[in-house]
């Protein structure tokens, strides 16, 4: 089915260790997002590419990382995890002209210990 | 900064009411506006989405309207149902030098008991 993959679906990682978050989106949009949802805080932009070969900071950026490999694939990477970044991950997607909406992977929960 | 708010933040109503989920956005230069349904532990779906040159969008049961000028959108849903029981999340996109970026309210829990 067309859409965003994400994986891994579940995540637990110990203080200090680095992880890759993968997002793949078959559906040739030019955009893709990752964004954090933490409960009380709502959904929060972590980085965006806005086109392949294009990356820029979100609300959050701080202690992640992310490569736009292709156009349908951007990962997201924690260097040194801390518990601060125990969170529900999603990544998703959005066709440049804006006029189908944004399309959301299934999400990665991630649990830093 | 672009700040989305929606009212209330928790219904509970009887199976076969009209209800009215409410969001508001305090920058009135959106692109878009779109509208999502959550599950418990689920990935966000999308509902209905309006652009900004729109005054509203309906799929089945539901109707979404767009106010720009007021910085409002309302997400009707009519003949309520328990399998409508979720979160619902409004966002605005941005446009100009934003570039498509998304920004969420807390959203409203809804609850449709039989």
């Known amino acids: 089915n067309a859409g965003v993959t994400q994986t891994p679906k579940f995540q637990v990682l110990k203080t200090g260790q680095s992880m890759t978050l993968q997002c793949a989106q078959d559906?040739?949009?030019?955009?893709m997002y990752w964004y954090r949802q933490d409960p009380g805080m709502g959904l929060r932009l972590i980085y965006y590419s806005a086109s392949e070969g294009t990356t820029d900071k979100g609300e959050v950026p701080n202690g992640y990382n992310v490569s736009r490999l292709n156009k349908r694939e951007f990962s997201l990477r924690l260097e040194s995890a801390a518990p601060s970044q125990t969170s529900v991950y999603f990544c998703a997607s959005l066709l440049q002209g804006w006029n189908y909406g944004y399309t959301f992977g299934s999400g990665t929960r991630l649990t830093v210990v | 900064k672009q700040e989305v708010t929606q009212i209330p933040a928790a219904l509970s109503v009887p199976e076969g009411e009209n209800l009215v989920l409410n969001c508001s956005f305090t920058?009135?230069?959106?692109?878009?506006l779109q509208w999502f349904r959550q599950d418990p532990g689920k990935g966000l779906t999308s509902l209905l989405l309006?652009?900004?040159?729109?005054r509203e969008q309906t799929s089945g049961r539901l109707n979404a309207s767009l106010d720009k000028s007021s910085g409002r959108s309302t997400l009707y849903i009519a003949a309520s149902q328990p399998g409508d029981s979720a979160t619902y999340l409004c966002?605005?996109?941005?446009?100009?030098?934003?570039?498509?970026?998304?920004?969420f309210g807390q959203g409203t829990i809804l609850t449709v008991h039989p």
């Open positions: 309006i652009q900004s040159s729109q």
């Open positions: 920058d009135s230069a959106i692109y878009n």
């Open positions: 966002a605005v996109i941005a446009g100009g030098t934003s570039y498509g970026k998304l920004t």
């Open positions: 559906m040739n949009h030019n955009s």
